[in-house]
Every structure is written in C-alpha cells, then in structure tokens.
C-alpha cells in the first residue's frame, strides 16, 4: 500500500553492500541538491546516538568524529555542542509517532530487534530550498533522520515548530528508506511512507511521492554500488551552508544586470555567476575570521591577476577595501566606475610586489602567479593570508611538469599548491566552491604554523624550496629567492630567451626568479582559427581520407529514397597514429597552436568526432537532435545557422552525405546554400 518504489540491486562481488548503502544515505543526507535540484544544501544541525528505550541521553555526535556535514567547521562545531539538545529533541517527538511508544506505523520496518542493538543514530539537518528568480525564498524545513543499521533502514520524521518553540512530527510526509538482503549478491533496495494518501508535496523540500519512488531510488541504488572515495573534500565544507544560501541569492540579485550589458567576449552567465559565488564564499569566510579573531574592521584584499575584475567589483561594493591588478585591462573596467579600484600592470614576483598592509591576497585563476601567491603572502607580513583557485598548471618558472601518474593531473598539482602553501609556513585548508566550472577546488592559508620569531627560518625554507624547484641552469647566482636583497649578484640567470617587460627591467635586481615568464599583455590567438583556409581544409582532407582508407572500412547502411547504399564510415585512428601520416613542416605549424592537431580536427567538427583520444569520421546519423529544453536563444542561432555552409560530405565523400538534402543541416551544393542571418544582424548593427 506505501510502496513508492523498489529497485533490484547486485553487488557484483565487490562486497559493496551494505556499506555502499550508507555512503548513498550519507549524500542524501548531507547533500540532497546532488538529487533535488531545487535544494541548495542542507545544515547538519546535531548529529549521534539516541536510545530505542525509554529515557536516556544522546552521545556525542558522530559528525563530530568523522568530520561529516556538509556545513563543515561550524556546522560539526554546532553538531558537537548540541548532543544534549539531540536527546531533548528525540525524548520529544518520538512519542508522537502514529503508532504510539516510539513505535513506527506499517509498512514501515520497526527499529531494533530482540536482543540487538538498543541505539540508533539520528541525524537532525535542515534542508535548504534554492532560491526562485523573482519571488521569495522558501522557508528552511527540519528533518529528523533515523537509522537502524541492524535493520537496514533510515527513517525521515519532517519536523515543525509549533508557537511554543516545540517540535512536532509532521506525520503525513513520514519516508523511510530500506534495504534488504534477498540472497548472495542480490538486495533489494525500496521507499515506503505510511500515509501515502495525505502526503503534501510543496515541490522543493517535499517532491511528489512518484520522484522519490523513481528519481531518487534509482540515484541511491547507483551510488550505493558505486560509490567511490572522491579525491576532493566536501562542497562548502569550510563555511555555513545555510549562510551560503542566503548571501549568494542576495549577492545574484544585486548584481543580475551585469549579465545584460557584458561587454567581453566571454560567456556572461558564466563569469558574472561564477565571481558572485566566489564573493559570496569569501564574504562568509571573512566574517568568520572576524568572529574568531574579534575583528571590528574588515579585511582588505588585493586580487593578482584580477581578468575582468568583478570579483574586485563585488568586493569592493560590499564593503571591503581592496584592488585587483591584471597584465591586460579589460573593456568592463570602465563600467564599474571609480569605487572599484582595478591596475593595469604586470606582477614580476619579488620585493617590488609585496603587499605589507594587505589582509588577503586573492589568486582566482592566476596561472602562473598560482605559485608564487602562498610565497608573497608569506614575505608580506605575518598577518597576511591568501586564498586561491587554481585552473590552468603552473610552476614557479613555467608549466607545470607531472611527477606522479597514479593521481590526476589536476590532483595532483592542487596537492603542489598545498604544499607550497604549508612550505611557507600556512595551515594550508581545501574546499569545493559552487561554481560552474570543473576546477573549483580552492587552497586557503588562513593561519600560521610557525610563531613570529621564526619568519627568517621560514625565509630560507621558501628559498631552498624554490631552488630546488627551477629549471634554471645557470646556478651561479648567489641567492636566487631571497626575503632581504640588500646585496645581490651581478650576473643574473636568465632562462634561455626570456627577457623582462620593458616596464619591470628597473626592479630585474629585486626579483627572486629572474626566469619568471608573466602572462603576455596581448593574447595570441592560438586556436588554429588564425591557420589559413587552404591550410586547415588540405589537413581536413587528407585525415578524412587517412580514415576512409583504413583497413577494415567500417560500413553502414545508408537509407534515401528506399534505396539501401553503403556508407562508408572509416575507420578510428589515434592522434598519435594521425600525426606520424602527416609531414614534418604540417607538425610544426600545428604545434604553434594551443591544442595542436587535436584543436584543428575538433574545430572541424561537421567532419571528425575526437573521442578518448581516437579520430573518427562523424556520422550525423547518429546524432542525437537537440534538446527541448536548450534555451531559446541557442536553439534560434541553430535555425539561423541551418544550410549556411557547404556539406564537406557531399563534395568529398566518396559515397556522399549520408543524409537526405532535407535533414542536413549543410548545404548540398550552392544552390541549396543561404546567406547567414546572423552576418546580416552583424552587419546591420556596424
């Protein structure tokens, strides 16, 4: 009668379950947004142990130990203060249960057994709605989770505050998640709610009965059987995840109409969004740092490498004096208008760029200063802290060279920026930011580890770290990264070719890696967009053809007008195997170019497909039509785009396109081709 859903799941051998089981309630329970889109997070308010008898005290909370929440530090600090308030909680609504004397009402699975385990752990979050564009909030809603390892289950008591700041059990939206153990490798995975028919779905907190029987079965079926220990920490882990919610739909609101009148080239949603959620994290993270050290006065930043500066922008509005510093100055600097305080000039690392009387020092996607932001913080002053968001790998003299295979690349040099980090002296801590983008790890070194009267050990700990990490091999220089550069050596090493910009020559002597490359001020264009026409179309056609006559040629039926033709596919070819087919001078030229070989076929998509590495020939019959939900925009650039270029299958393939005239989004010859309605806006608006 309360069934909502049952799922059939194998262990496979791997002695996943029931441990897989809990791991897949514990996202659930610390991160519900992963499955419910219109949640935000939830607040691990208390987390222990509570007693399936009568009476008795809570314990002290699990999360406590296992560092669990998705709140992180404040949250598992408010977990750890509030086991006494746990069992005050659990005294008082266990009572109010339908079945009466802390019994559970059918088909739900009653806790505990004869002679077993006499605890349980529960677990009281707070679920945090998403906010809605152009309309209020919805309230937080309270759920007290109870499980019963012994019987497998995990039960989900809504809770409302009544008008004397009493909790009680909202006994309609009863849940209970189960797992049962059929035989072998076989279980069985199942939602049951007593009360079914009066259940009330509000569609963010409380989704309709079929959602839970089919949407989040099935999310908790897989993850129970393949959930791996991720490599990152918790999103939000070091700050509120409530207060999160609050200031980033507040800080979204405000500063909404930058998305109407970006003036770069970069997609706005994106940037403006993504520097909104990162304020929003610094924000919250600053006014911790005021609390904990009693701190009236808020902080000041400097951000090195600040791009389009809205980061800057943002900050500075709400109150915290600061100034971004960028090699290139961007066209949206002139918007922001003078309260927001952006340099134009390039950042050499050395005495001549410390920032004394700065809090903070920001690195948010700094490349090649990424490195060198933990060092200068360091040689600033002792107070001084820094927070960074690396993107793309940089060491200290160049690009980053991996060392360790059996980590990701991008594991890996997070790990290099951390230990740069706890080198100069940092309490170097991790955490996941919300934002758009798949590096969004940041390292914060908040605290010191070291006492003040140590900062010239730390010194020449920075120095030796350094040393030992350039390529420079010229090592005649009598101190390369120094903190004090009153004496320095006459001949400075310079890597081969390097030279300083014209404007840093005057503080060559005070710079602690004379190698050091800064970004260009102009930015080349090297996407092979730049490569002539007639170049990149001779590349397009001989891999095209390198492919077709690959042994054996992979066919596929071709149906037009009723007739069955044979098409000829091609077969796959690694990059590698593509590269030792074309000549040495075609190489060089595409190895100027960000990407290479790879970027050409890729930008040449109506042609090849590059998937895992391996070259094929597009099949446009296979591919999938767009979707209903692409915004309108994108899907009225698409119809704008249709039949205004040339099918490279019709004029090259030997058998031709594989699609009929009229479903090729190409032009099967001039006479089928049309003017883009998209260079006629251009035009018109020049």
């Not at 059929?182 to 907190?205: N, R, T």
């Not at 040689?379 to 200290?396: A, E, I, Q, T």
């Not at 099967?668 to 049309?674: I, N, S």
Request: charged share 25%; proline share 6%.
């Amino acid at each position: 009668m309360g069934l909502l859903g049952a799922a059939a799941v194998r262990d496979g051998g791997a002695a996943a379950l029931p441990h897989g089981f809990w791991a897949a309630v514990r996202v659930w329970l610390e991160k519900p947004q992963v499955a419910n889109r219109r949640l935000c997070g939830a607040a691990i308010e208390a987390e222990g142990t509570v007693p399936l008898g009568e009476g008795g005290e809570a314990s002290p909370p699990l999360a406590a130990v296992r560092g669990g929440g998705s709140g992180g530090g404040r949250e598992v600090r408010a977990a750890a203060a509030g086991a006494a308030e746990l069992g005050r909680l659990w005294r008082e609504v266990r009572g109010q249960l339908p079945a009466g004397h802390g019994h559970l009402p059918p088909p739900l699975t009653a806790w505990g057994g004869p002679g077993r385990r006499s605890e349980l752990r529960a677990v009281l979050r707070t679920l945090l709605p998403r906010g809605r564009p152009g309309g209020p909030t919805a309230p937080p809603a309270k759920e007290l989770a109870v499980q019963d390892v012994y019987n497998g289950t995990v039960t989900f008591l809504p809770l409302e505050e009544n008008s004397e700041g009493k909790y009680q059990i909202k006994k309609c939206n009863i849940y209970q998640i189960q797992l049962t153990h059929v035989k072998d490798e076989e279980w069985s995975l199942s939602i049951v709610a007593p009360f079914p028919e009066d259940w009330f779905s509000d569609g963010i907190a409380y989704p309709k009965l079929a959602w839970l029987g089919n949407e989040l079965l099935s999310k908790l079926a897989k993850w129970s059987v393949e959930q791996k220990p991720s490599e990152f920490k918790s999103t939000l882990s070091l700050i509120s995840v409530a207060k999160y919610s609050k200031v980033y739909q507040n800080l979204k609101e405000k500063y909404k109409e930058m998305v109407k009148v970006w003036p770069e080239v970069t997609d706005p949603e994106k940037f403006v969004y993504e520097d909104v959620a990162i304020a929003t994290y610094l924000l919250i993270l600053w006014e911790e740092e005021r609390k904990e050290k009693g701190l009236t006065k808020k902080q000041s930043f400097v951000d090195l490498g600040c791009g389009n500066g809205l980061l800057v922008h943002i900050l500075n509005n709400e109150g915290h004096s600061g100034r971004g510093i960028d090699v290139r100055r961007r066209k949206i600097w002139d918007m922001y208008g003078p309260e927001t305080h952006l340099e134009e000039s390039t950042i050499m690392p050395g005495d001549s760029h410390l920032f004394p009387d700065t809090d903070w020092l920001i690195g948010n996607h700094s490349d090649e200063l990424t490195p060198w932001i933990p060092v200068i913080a360091a040689r600033s002053s002792y107070s001084c802290s820094y927070f960074v968001l690396p993107c793309c790998f940089f060491d200290f003299h160049g690009k980053y060279s991996r060392r360790q295979s059996k980590k990701t690349q991008y594991r890996e040099y997070l790990d290099f920026v951390a230990e740069v980090g706890s080198v100069c002296g940092f309490h170097v801590e991790e955490d996941c930011l919300r934002i758009p983008s798949t590096k969004r790890v940041s390292l914060i070194g908040k605290n010191r580890i070291y006492p003040p009267a140590e900062c010239a050990l730390i010194d020449q700990q920075i120095t030796q770290y350094i040393n030992n990490r350039q390529t420079c091999a010229v090592v005649m220089c009598d101190r390369r990264v120094g903190f004090n550069h009153k004496d320095h050596s006459d001949g400075l090493c310079k890597e081969a070719g390097s030279e300083l910009p014209e404007n840093e020559t005057e503080t060559a002597g005070t710079t602690w890696m004379p190698g050091f490359q800064p970004r260009e001020k102009v930015v080349q264009i090297r996407n092979c967009a730049s490569l002539p026409q007639d170049f990149v179309d001779d590349v397009v056609l001989h891999v095209a053809n390198l492919l077709l006559n690959a042994t054996p040629p992979k066919s596929c039926s071709n149906m037009h007008g009723g007739n069955t033709n044979i098409w000829n596919q091609g077969e796959s070819l690694s990059l590698k195997e593509v590269a030792e087919h074309l000549n040495k001078e075609t190489l060089k030229r595409l190895k100027s170019e960000y990407g290479g070989l790879q970027t050409l076929l890729k930008n040449n998509h109506q042609v090849f497909e590059v998937l895992n590495g391996r070259v094929h020939i597009r099949d446009w019959r296979k591919e999938k039509p767009s979707r209903k939900t692409k915004p309108e925009v994108k899907r009225h650039l698409s119809a704008e785009a249709f039949k205004t270029r040339l099918c490279w299958f019709f004029i090259h393939h030997p058998d031709g396109c594989s699609l009929p005239s009229e479903s090729c989004p190409y032009a099967h010859g001039t006479e089928d081709l049309r003017q883009s309605q998209v260079i006629k806006k251009k035009k018109h608006l020049q």
